[in-house]
């Protein structure tokens, strides 16, 4: 497996790998990441359907990607995912995956029209005072000390920020800038997660420093990701007789070990409720979703709040992937990741309104129309004065294909679920759906006496706990998050968001995709390049121009620190007048 860059290989199709008839696959979970590794095991591969065999524990695909309407409780999502054009390894997928609306379009011509047509910005990103503008007015207000913490962890190497929190490497002045009020709660970062993690960010995304304060970087689905990204893939995989084997769960992979080789030999699963085990050849290929970010979920209702019922570790995958690692130091730790339930929970929940009562109060916040079936809220709303940190969003409408005309279906969550709320005076993981809904409608500016009413007529929420949900923001080392294919693997891989591939981002709808895109390319051998992680890190043109806008356009010789004085020296911009350095300088606003 090699990166590649450019379009040459992009477009390119590979010749059809060694051996690969006589080869079958066997992916554990059907999470996006499972469901990609069989999609290139099939246009890439070019593996027989029939002999790749998807095995999950429930009885509906598409882990994290979800989106449903439960007979008893309504529309639930856990959460959204939030893209932008420079994810090159899922568009690679989905300009192959049809479109389930128009078969003769693709998934990714449908959504880069979408986006052309209604591109994504917001017109208020936080609100104070119950509604009311919060006036961050797209400035990220870092003190030059701030700044300089943010230059610093740039230019920091991976292994000196192993096993560092982000507030090893940030002080006070930087957590009361607009910019981590707009990182927190955009990505759900919090003060005790990995340093090198935020590092990787800031690198991954500097080219859209720009579009962090109204979200104008971002692009979204026409629906939840369920419908929009799972079923067209699910529909590709059964159309070229790939088998789904639902109600199965995996406890163990069992290897062989022997010259350094490290084979993966039978797979352990119980399924509809019988212990049963596959047995493997060499010529088995296996593909594990090693952990999972929402194992473990827990629902409630508008009468009844979620139940936090897992104590550290619990979870089939992550025993799954216990049982793995023990087998060998090289299958990773997942202890680190699933340890402290505390560090990595926060809950979510779904507001579905039922009336014209409420929409108003959101109308007046996101600046449109909810119903006019374009970009409404352009992603989060931050109320930054709230106890639980709350945010909440209204993705275009409807968000589900069945959603009765009228109503609109909103996410909220917060981050500080220990918290009483401002409202509510309870903290968010104790209260009902109907209480948590009483809290936002306090926080977008419904009259007191108004709340409880619409709460508990004009709205069904319903919350869910997720236990697991930032566990791969926890501070690691090497060796931590286990290699993509384990050093000596012969027909193995780790896929998914604790697998470990460089310079990408977890989190992401592209790790999913990419983990699984560099397994199938090593196991078989593919031939063609997996696109590399776009490079605005090294484009001295971005460097310059998200400085300028993390300054909020305040000029270099403004900045009153000592190593700018001997950036510029005294006769340093002289010398550079009439150059390319110059011309660059002035392009980006930064003399």
Known sequence: MYYSNGNYEAFARPEKPAGVDRKSAYLVGSGLAALSAACFLVRDGQMKGEHIHILEELDIAGGACDGINDPQKGFIIRGGREMENHFECLWDLFHSIPSIENPEHSVLDEYYWLNKHDPNYSL???????????????????????????????????????????????????????????????????????????????????????????????KFTKYNQYESLILPMIKYLEDHNVQFQYNTRVTNVRFEF??????????????????????????????????????????????????????????????????????????????????????????????????????????????????????????????????????WTINRQPHFKEQPKGQLVVWVYGLYGDRPGDFVKKPMRECTGAEIAMEWLYHVGVPESEIEDMALNSARTIPCMMPYITAFFMPRTAGDRPKVVPEGCVNFAFIGQFA????????????????????????????????????????????????????????????????????????????????????????????
């Open 124 to 218: 208020q990103r936080a609100t104070v005072n119950r509604g009311q503008d919060a006036h961050t007015d797209g400035k990220f207000a870092l003190s030059d000390k701030a700044s300089m913490e943010i230059v610093k962890l740039f230019l920091t190497r991976d292994e000196d920020l192993y096993d560092k929190k982000i507030t090893d490497v940030f002080t006070e002045e930087f957590f009361q800038s607009n910019f981590w009020l707009y990182w927190q709660t955009m990505f759900a970062f919090e003060t005790w997660h990995s340093a090198l993690e935020m590092k990787l960010y800031i690198q991954r995304f500097i080219h859209h420093i720009g579009g962090l304060p109204d979200f104008s970087a971002l």
């Open 258 to 391: 022997r010259d350094g080789r490290k084979i993966a030999r039978q797979i352990l699963c119980v399924h509809d409720g019988r212990e049963e085990a596959i047995d493997l050849i060499e010529d088995d290929l296996v593909f594990v979703t090693n952990g999972s970010c929402t194992e473990n979920s827990t629902l409630g209702d508008n009468d009844t709040a979620p139940e936090m019922k897992t104590r550290p570790g619990e979870g089939g995958c992550w025993q799954l992937w216990k049982n793995i690692a023990a087998q060998d130091p090289a299958f990773g730790r997942p202890e680190k990741f699933c340890g402290n339930i505390e560090k990595t929970y926060w809950e979510s929940a779904t507001v579905t309104t039922l009336d014209d009562r409420i929409p108003p109060y959101l109308e007046k916040i996101c600046k449109r129309d909810p119903f006019a079936g374009k970009v409404t809220t352009g992603g989060i709303v931050t109320c930054k004065d709230s106890s639980w940190l709350m945010s």
């Open 500 to 591: 470990d591939t460089v310079r990408d981002t977890v989190f992401t709808t592209e790790y999913s995709v990419r983990t699984a895109m560099e397994a199938v390319y090593t196991l078989l051998d593919v031939d063609r390049g997996v696109p590399e992680v776009w490079g605005s890190c090294y484009d001295i043109r971005v460097l310059l121009d998200s400085t300028s806008k993390m300054m909020d356009g305040k000029k270099l010789e403004d900045i009153k620190l000592p190593f700018v004085a001997e950036f510029l020296g005294k006769h340093a911009l002289k010398k550079v007048d009439g150059t390319i350095i110059m011309e660059l300088l002035q392009r980006y606003g930064l003399v």
